[in-house]
T-cell receptor
Framework: RKEVEQDPGPFNVPEGATVAFNCTYSNSASQSFFWYRQDCRKEPKLLMSVYSSGNEDGRFTAQLNRASQYISLLIRDSKLSDSATYLCVVTLNQAGTALIFGKGTTLSVSS | DAGVIQSPRHEVTEMGQEVTLRCKPISGHDYLFWYRQTMMRGLELLIYFNNNVPIDDSGMPEDRFSAKMPNASFSTLKIQPSEPRDSAVYFC?????????????FGQGTRLTVV
């Protein structure tokens, strides 16, 4: 089941660039949304939750469009340390229990 | 807290052998998840538990896979018999509560190679 779709990339950008990732999900019953980050050969870790009104955390901005079932992540002023795979995540059902992950978008920031 | 603990970190086994992966969730977390990650399929949800009870095992690929959670601090994922296509990284994750934006914490994973 392809419940969460992401462009796999890779996105290759220079330091300081702004980059945007998009994600679509198929289950309209999904209630909670997240972006996770996964470094090479490491476990996924929460980057930020995504709220209906949109939210910002430093250089990172997340947006949610429930009508279009679309989630985005914007990274401003990219750093070398932002190089990683970014995973779009939605909850499985209205109960908001299990997390379903997209396959991820790979970002490589170069100097 | 030490976080979610998985063992072993690496496992190499021969086709046909039984493999048991272990997970200790974060104390107090009432949800536990098993995921499998491959390049081709990404992170797939295999099964999850709430208060030690399996809730959804629809992601378990075949009858060769089974999972148990005998108590709140321990879970196993067993593959019997193992096949080369089972080679993947298996992650265990735990989470507090069911609804809302609570974070799921992952263990470091078990890298399984079946030869």
């Amino acid at each position: 089941r392809k419940e969460v779709e992401q462009d796999p990339g890779p996105f290759n950008v220079p330091e300081g660039a702004t980059v945007a990732f998009n994600c679509t999900y198929s289950n309209s019953a999904s209630q909670s949304f997240f972006w996770y980050r996964q470094d090479c050969r490491k476990e996924p870790k929460l980057l930020m939750s995504v709220y209906s009104s949109g939210n910002e955390d430093g250089r990172f901005t997340a947006q949610l469009n429930r009508a279009s079932q679309y989630i985005s992540l914007l990274i401003r002023d990219s750093k070398l340390s932002d190089s990683a795979t970014y995973l779009c995540v939605v909850t499985l059902n209205q109960a908001g229990t299990a997390l379903i992950f997209g396959k991820g978008t790979t970002l490589s920031v170069s100097s | 807290d030490a976080g979610v603990i998985q063992s072993p970190r690496h496992e190499v086994t021969e086709m046909g052998q039984e493999v048991t992966l272990r997970c200790k969730p974060i104390s107090g977390h009432d949800y536990l998840f098993w995921y499998r990650q491959t390049m081709m399929r990404g992170l797939e949800l295999l099964i999850y538990f709430n208060n030690n009870v399996p809730i959804d095992d629809s992601g378990m690929p075949e009858d060769r896979f089974s999972a148990k959670m005998p108590n709140a601090s321990f879970s196993t994922l067993k593959i019997q018999p193992s096949e080369p296509r089972d080679s993947a990284v298996y992650f265990c994750a735990s989470r507090l509560g069911g609804a809302g934006n609570t974070e799921a914490f992952f263990g470091q994973g078990t890298r399984l190679t079946v030869v």
